[in-house]
């Protein structure tokens, strides 16, 4: 009895310690207010629902959104609610508490001005604590006009903005671990923009467009896109802000669908491995020029939000500010390979297949470009016009060629990566993990200690179905069934490719006739012994 009574004063005990561990994250951000550019991409829905849900005692959000194909920014601030994404949070708070949890304020970040009304821009200087500039292009091919006005022109008049704010605590400006291609060995500090942002900004603004993109080459240099001249160019603007405001530089490596919180494997687009996973799916990837051995950074989105709160804690909670960079990669502790990514995708999409699928999932990555080449040809393009030439018989509009001319597009950009090797610097989210207590380790989690990557890969095809492609779980025997017809049909095909390929051969060659011949008879006569 007394055992018993011992044991459950220490089962007691161990819960009053278990709530006297503070949230320090979630101090952090009680009662202040949140400025958030870019809310409504990728990476901002997340950043937004992670607050909604985790971090209930912010004060407000506020999210500068611009009208967008006839929808206004309230209209599209209630589609991101309606989204499955905010499913959890809506479920524990209600849709209402949500709206009033967020305020949208209209604004446009490449526009002059921000496009924002005198009066809102007043209350934004009144009220915001910390901002988070999010808002980007992240097409590598923008032009370079609208790349500049959007990424580094709207970095500069959100730090202009920022300078006026009363009780700014930190401008943290999101941008990637990739600006900087000519650093093979990335750390965590400023370097120098390729250019003077400043003069970019003004020679864009008076320039055509159409001069601009003629001198676009050039003003790049060895830089192999805009979207990476433009951000290097931004990280300049905000290095020299950092004697007069408060502000941070984020780098996130290649952001990839959610790894665990609130739905895992998540996402709203089809950039990095997830649309390298469904091109082979499909069949209509059957060849990359890579280097099958090299590797990029990959960081889970869920991943990349923790370490954004957590930097924001460190600056503003412990007020470190020595540590102005922050590369959020996790190359140092997990290296995937390309040739892993297509081997672990090929079995992935064998167990959960992708329906109509055009080819049985194949192919290879060419070390070689010539053999690439010859390689699209022979089983991206002909195919291609082959299947359009049946669908257009069978009186529907062809696809599969402006199929194929945006993969060629995406290898112009995938290739430079592929083939090129970077690797990052990290102590200084490392340090700041280190001194998580045990809720906040658990809470905001930055660790990998228990990720399983094939578990994960599948985790992400079976969210793509559902949420890109629009394909629910109950499709899946009839892509089964359909993926063991079109293995059938691709043995028959390369049997058939093979015989053609040798009776052409037989036709031209009169001792290749004679060899295979002469094969034939020692085979007939080793079968009748």
């Given at each position: 009895?007394a ?12 819960t ?17 207010n949140?400025?958030i550019?870019g ?5 901002g829905?997340?950043i ?8 209930t005692?912010?004060?407000q ?5 611009r009208?967008k194909?006839?929808?206004?920014p ?14 959890q ?5 209600g ?6 949890a ?11 001005g ?13 009220k ?5 500039h ?21 970095t ?11 009780n ?5 400006h999101?941008?990637t671990?990739y600006?900087h ?10 370097y120098p923009?390729p250019?003077?942002?400043h003069?970019i900004i003004k ?6 467009d ?7 080459d ?13 951000k290097a160019?931004?990280?300049g603007?905000v290095?020299e802000?950092?004697?007069?405001i ?9 952001v990839?669908?959610?790894w ?5 494997g998540?996402?709203?687009n ?6 390298l ?6 069949g ?15 960081v889970?989105?869920d ?23 922050y590369?959020l990669?996790s190359s ?5 390979s390309?040739?892993?990514i ?7 999409t064998?167990?959960v297949p992708?329906?109509?699928?055009v ?8 070390k ?10 022979f089983?991206?393009?002909i195919p ?12 529907y509009?062809p ?12 290898f ?6 592929a083939?090129?090797q ?7 989210i ?6 998580f207590n045990r ?21 992400c ?10 394909e629910?779980?109950e ?24 015989i ?11 001792s ?15 079968l009748?012994?």
């Amino acid at each position: 009895m007394a055992d018993t009574i011992t044991m459950t004063e220490e089962i007691k005990a161990e819960t009053k310690v278990e709530e006297e561990i503070p949230d320090r994250i979630a101090l952090t951000f009680k009662d202040q207010n949140i400025l958030i550019t870019g809310g409504t991409g990728f990476l901002g829905k997340v950043i937004t629902e992670k607050f909604l849900r985790c971090l209930t005692n912010t004060k407000q959000i506020y999210m500068l959104v611009r009208p967008k194909k006839g929808k206004d920014p309230k209209h599209r601030l209630e589609e991101i609610f309606n989204s499955s994404l905010f499913e959890q949070v809506k479920q524990q708070r209600g849709l209402s508490e949500l709206q009033k949890a967020v305020t949208v304020v209209n604004g446009d970040v490449s526009l002059p001005g921000l496009g924002i009304s005198s009066e809102d821009r007043k209350m934004l200087c009144e009220k915001i604590n910390i901002v988070y500039h999010a808002a980007a292009t992240v097409r590598f091919d923008e032009l370079l006009k609208r790349a500049v006005l959007l990424n580094t022109r709207g970095t500069k008049q959100m730090l202009e903005l920022a300078k006026e704010m009363k009780n700014l605590k930190l401008f943290a400006h999101i941008s990637t671990a990739y600006c900087h291609l000519e650093e093979k060995i990335l750390g965590e500090k400023p370097y120098p923009p390729p250019a003077d942002p400043h003069k970019i900004i003004k020679c864009v603004e008076w320039m055509d467009d159409d001069v601009v993109e003629a001198m676009t080459d050039k003003i790049l240099g060895d830089i192999p896109n805009t979207y990476a001249f433009t951000k290097a160019l931004s990280e300049g603007l905000v290095e020299e802000s950092m004697p007069h405001i408060p502000s941070i530089i984020l780098r996130p490596s290649i952001v990839i669908p959610i790894w665990k919180e609130p739905i895992p494997g998540w996402t709203d687009n089809i950039n990095g491995p997830t649309g390298l996973l469904i091109g082979a799916g499909k069949g209509v990837i059957r060849t990359m020029h890579c280097n099958e051995n090299g590797y990029a950074d990959y960081v889970p989105v869920d991943i990349a939000v923790n370490a954004i709160l957590a930097c924001t804690w460190n600056f503003v909670y412990l007020k470190d500010y020595e540590k102005r960079v922050y590369n959020l990669t996790s190359s140092n502790e997990f290296k995937v390979s390309w040739a892993e990514i297509i081997a672990r995708g090929r079995k992935i999409t064998e167990k959960v297949p992708l329906n109509g699928v055009v080819w049985y999932p194949g192919g290879s990555m060419k070390k070689s470009r010539f053999i690439h080449n010859i390689c699209v040809l022979f089983f991206h393009m002909i195919p291609a016009y082959f299947i359009d030439g049946l669908i257009f018989l069978a009186g529907y509009k062809p696809i599969m060629c402006r199929v194929q001319r945006r993969i060629q597009k995406g290898f112009e950009v995938f290739e430079y990566y592929a083939n090129n090797q970077w690797d990052f610097e990290n102590t200084n989210i490392a340090d700041v993990r280190n001194q998580f207590n045990r809720l906040e380790y658990e809470t905001y989690q930055l660790h990998g200690d228990d990720m399983d990557i094939d578990a994960y890969f599948e985790t992400c095809i079976r969210a793509a179905r559902m949420y890109i492609l629009n394909e629910p779980p109950e499709t899946l025997p009839a892509a089964r069934r359909h993926l063991r017809i079109m293995y059938w049909v691709d043995v028959f095909t390369k049997i058939l490719f093979f015989i053609f390929l040798i009776y052409m051969l037989a036709s031209w060659s009169k001792s290749f006739r004679a060899l295979l011949i002469g094969c034939w008879s020692l085979a007939t006569r080793a079968l009748s012994h």
